[in-house]
């Protein structure tokens, strides 16, 4: 059954999406040609350890607007909720607005952190990944937040992306042909990318790690290494399946038909 599907990303921060599946929602929009909606919760405004927090939001946003326009995302939403604090939000609040744009925009996926993946530390990829379940799963509801101004509609699919995946993350998507765009993503969130090298810095400071590579830290080098260690990553997770770059989701169907009647009434697309 080809269809066209519209997708809607949820992420808690501006980099989520292009280190977790940029390379998948590339694919979904070269390949397939679907609108792909992106929607960050928070400002980000913890992420660096040089700019303040409110210069840093400004920044991020710009960078992310930039990488939403490199991927050909339909929309880049930014909620603005302050970065680290999801969990002071209530989750129904939190439900209610992603439930909303899920409505407003008909999606027919939802690609978000996976609720369940263990060892998550950050509470806002905690908080993003329950609050989108829920609203994905009772979106069709009409009862669920009937003062919607959009009409209730069923998510039949998800993709869920973590750190560390569970055993039944079993969907990997080959992103041969879309890792260089995934890292050129990546790459606009500059502020981002010296959050980035600057934890390692840390890092190797308090461990007593000297490593000649942190000596003369340009941005040429940091991208240089974040680039590595992308390519580095994704082939390590397509190694399973033989491919040479991929991104690994547990994937999910919402809904029922397919038990119902024993067949694959929906599929997941890329793989
Ligand atoms: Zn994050």
């Given at each position: 059954m080809n269809r066209e599907k519209t997708v809607l990303v949820v992420v808690a921060h501006a980099d989520d999406m292009e280190f977790m599946a940029a390379g998948t929602v590339a694919r979904f929009i070269d390949e397939r040609h679907y609108p792909v909606y992106e929607y960050i919760?928070?400002?980000?405004?913890?992420?660096?350890?040089?700019?303040s927090g409110p210069e840093l939001a400004e920044v991020s946003a710009r960078e992310a607007v930039e990488a939403g326009q490199l991927l050909g995302l339909q929309e880049l939403r930014l909620?603005?909720?302050?970065?680290?604090?999801?969990?002071?939000?209530s989750p129904n609040t939190l439900r209610d607005k992603i439930m909303a744009f899920i409505r407003e925009i008909k999606a027919d996926i939802v690609m978000s952190w996976?609720?369940?993946?263990?060892?998550?530390?950050h509470p806002d990829h905690r908080a993003v990944a329950m609050a989108t379940l829920e609203a994905a799963a009772f979106s069709?509801?009409?009862?669920?937040?009937?003062?919607?101004l959009y009409e209730p509609h069923f998510v039949a699919e998800a993709y869920w992306f973590a750190?560390?995946?569970?055993?039944?993350?079993?969907?990997?998507?080959?992103?041969e042909a879309a890792i260089d765009k995934k890292i050129h993503a990546l790459l606009l969130h500059e502020c981002q990318m010296d959050l980035t090298v600057d934890a390692l810095l840390q890092e190797a400071r308090t461990i007593g790690a000297d490593l000649?590579?942190?000596?003369?830290?340009t941005p040429e080098v940091r991208n240089q290494l974040i680039e590595a260690g992308i390519r580095n990553f994704c082939a390590e997770t397509a190694q399973a399946k033989g491919l040479a770059f991929a991104e690994r989701f547990r994937y999910e169907k919402f809904g029922m038909l397919d038990k119902l009647f024993g067949m694959d009434l929906v599929q997941p697309d890329l793989v």
């Open positions: 919760l928070t400002d980000n405004s913890k992420g660096s350890y040089r700019l909620e603005g909720y302050p970065d680290g604090e999801l969990n002071l939000v996976d609720p369940f993946a263990p060892y998550e530390d069709g509801n009409p009862l669920f937040h009937p003062e919607h750190k560390v995946p569970t055993n039944d993350a079993d969907c990997y998507v080959d992103i000649p590579i942190f000596n003369d830290l």
